[in-house]
């Protein structure tokens, strides 16, 4: 019987996995074995390069925290599961050891930029523009397909290759003082605003993926951050803890730095 489709009104699923190999498990494999799993995994991820879904990224980490890291995207929750069951196939049984895994799906902010707050920055904004001009409707024209890219990408993310991968899960605090749920959408709307200014400041140094997973994991948002330098990661991560939104009401777990590296450099840096 052939399996279902499972996929979301719009959007993605996305699933973050990592390991640590049993070390001596590994030490007692037979002669090729260690070969023949390079060669499945290098075979896997040729399948699904991306850079859109379905993609399976790969990852060593480097702080001690697991061995391996993965990134899968897939459209169908099936088909993700499917990858993820055929990526723990790769390896001899018992050499992988799950470390951590999150379940997430790529959404539209609630805050996303409306037509009407478009065409409000285009009147009130830098050229002030009069509506019911031809002048007014290019700007407006052009405004609206930036953010329906914008709104694309959004949804079907295309992260960069960049040396660095920074995943961290994380919560809006619910507490009686700072509950970010008991606030109203305007204030919401307006602080995410003055969250995404400190973002931009790092455009072409860090690269964000910002997925959501209330009711399906343990966090709320995992946050995938893209840099060349680990010193840009630690910078924003840093500026943000100012920032109301984060100074407030952010909770975070915990922090897996990784190198973004194919199957064989992987064999190569972990001496497998
Ligand atoms: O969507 C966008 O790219 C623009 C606006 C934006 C939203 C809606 C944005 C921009 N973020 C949004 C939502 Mn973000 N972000 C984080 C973290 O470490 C911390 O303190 C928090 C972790 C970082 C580092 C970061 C970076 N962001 C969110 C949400 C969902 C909240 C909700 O819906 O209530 C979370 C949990 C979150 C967390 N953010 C940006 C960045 C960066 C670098 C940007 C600018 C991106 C750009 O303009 O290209």
Same mark, same amino acid.
């Given at each position: 019987m052939p399996l279902p489709t499972v996929k979301l009104s719009q959007g993605?699923?996305?699933?973050?996995?990592?390991?640590?190999?049993?070390?001596?498990?590994?030490? +007692?494999? #037979? %002669?090729?074995?260690?070969?023949?799993?390079?060669?499945k995994l290098e075979k896997l991820c040729a399948q699904f390069p991306g850079p859109a879904q379905p993609r399976l990224s790969s990852y060593a980490n480097v702080g001690g925290k697991a061995d391996?890291?993965?990134?899968?995207?897939h459209a169908d929750l099936v088909a993700l599961g499917a990858m993820h069951r055929e990526l723990e196939a790769c390896f001899p049984a018992g050499a992988l050891q799950p470390v951590y895994s999150f379940l997430s799906v790529t959404?539209?902010?609630?805050?996303?930029?409306?037509d009407d707050d478009l065409k409000r920055m285009i009147e009130h904004g830098e050229r002030k523009l009069k509506p019911g001009t031809p002048e007014f409707d290019e +700007?407006? #024209? %052009?405004?609206?397909k930036r953010n329906d890219e914008y709104k694309h990408y959004r949804l079907n993310p295309e992260l960069?290759?960049?040396?660095?991968?920074?995943?961290?899960?994380?919560?809006?605090?619910?507490?009686?003082?700072?509950?970010?749920?008991?606030?109203?959408?305007?204030?919401?709307?307006?602080?995410?605003?003055?969250?995404?200014?400190?973002?931009?400041?790092?455009?072409?140094?860090?690269?964000?993926?910002?997925?959501a997973a209330t009711g399906l994991d343990d966090w709320e948002w995992g946050v995938t951050l893209i840099a060349h330098?680990?010193?840009?990661?630690k910078e924003i991560v840093h500026e943000m803890?100012?920032?109301?939104?984060?100074?407030r009401f952010g909770d975070f777990g915990e922090f897996f730095i990784n190198l973004r590296l194919n199957p064989a450099q992987i064999w190569e840096h972990l001496k497998l």
């Open positions: 993605i699923h996305v699933m973050h996995l990592f390991y640590r190999l049993d070390r001596t498990r590994w030490d +007692a494999l #037979a %002669a090729g074995q260690s070969a023949e799993a390079r060669a391996l890291g993965f990134v899968l995207y959404e539209l902010p609630e805050y996303v930029t409306t +700007a407006f #024209a %052009a405004a609206k960069e290759d960049w040396e660095i991968m920074c995943f961290y899960p994380m919560n809006k605090k619910r507490n009686l003082g700072d509950n970010w749920y008991a606030l109203d959408f305007d204030t919401r709307k307006k602080l995410m605003g003055s969250h995404a200014k400190t973002g931009r400041k790092y455009a072409g140094r860090i690269s964000q993926l910002i997925t330098q680990a010193d840009a990661v803890r100012f920032d109301e939104v984060t100074a």
